[in-house]
């Protein structure tokens, strides 16, 4: 499964940006899905994920209530929406996806290229 994710760009505190990651392939709307983020000098993190059905998301505390992660099955593609953006949110934001596990934090088997989100105060 190849990921190729878009959307990053620079916005300013209490702005949204919408990621968006195309994952073409007969098997897309088999595998869980999910968003990962990096800023400078911190450790990769799980932002969200979410179930090969669509149904059952799961988030980070810090981004509950602020982003969204939806998927479109008839597209292979999957979303990220994020509002009420934090400079703490700034990070490069990286599309993963798996067919299998039990924790939505990973291990993930796929992984597209980052894309910068930058949010400034």
């Known amino acids: 499964v190849q990921l190729q994710a878009s959307g990053g760009g620079l916005v300013q505190a209490g702005g949204s940006l919408r990621l968006s990651c195309a994952a073409p392939?007969?098997?897309?709307?088999?595998?869980?899905m999910g968003w990962f983020r990096q800023a400078p000098g911190k450790e990769r993190e799980a932002v969200a994920a979410i179930s090969s059905s669509g149904d059952v998301p799961a988030y980070e505390d810090s981004v509950k209530g602020r982003f969204t992660i939806s998927r479109d099955n008839a597209k292979d593609s999957v979303y990220l929406q994020m509002n009420s953006l934090k400079p703490e949110d700034t990070a490069v934001y990286y599309c993963v996806g798996r067919l299998r596990g039990t924790d939505w934090r990973g291990p993930y088997d796929y992984w597209g290229q980052g894309t910068q989100v930058t949010v400034s105060s």
């Open positions: 392939g007969r098997t897309f709307s088999s595998h869980v």
